[in-house]
């Protein structure tokens, strides 16, 4: 049974910077698409960046689209998300998971960002 880590959030400024890691145990990520969600405080679970495994193509929701990066390391079975210029409106809880998928693996703890402005 997989095991998603999430880490690396935090408190910061807006127009700071945090790298977000999610790291697997229990199996590889090599074949899955793998993504970044988040959920803010009354809001549903949505959407944030997605890499895809074969070829390595990515895609972001609109919101993100310039400032955030998503990028994965098969040896360490890792997968980040560089977000760059953060906005209050990026504070949420962030989660990694499966996209393009009609399941996914467990949910982790996610890793709370909290953008002050």
């Known amino acids: 049974q997989v095991q998603l880590v999430e880490s690396g959030g935090g408190l910061v400024q807006a127009g700071g910077s945090l790298r977000l890691s999610c790291a697997a145990s229990?199996?590889?990520?090599?074949?899955?698409?793998m993504g970044w969600y988040r959920q803010a405080p009354g809001k549903e679970r949505e959407f944030v960046a997605a890499?895809?495994?074969?070829?390595?193509?990515?895609n972001y929701a609109d919101s993100v689209k310039g400032r955030f990066t998503i990028s994965r390391d098969n040896a360490k079975n890792t997968v980040y998300l560089q977000m760059n210029s953060l906005k209050p409106e990026d504070t949420a809880i962030y989660y990694c998971?499966?996209?393009?998928?009609?399941?996914?693996?467990?949910w982790g703890q996610g890793t709370q960002v909290t953008v002050s402005s």
């Open positions: 229990g199996r590889t990520f090599s074949g899955f698409d």
């Open positions: 998971n499966r996209v393009n998928a009609d399941w996914a693996f467990p």
């Open positions: 890499i895809i495994w074969y070829v390595g193509r990515t």
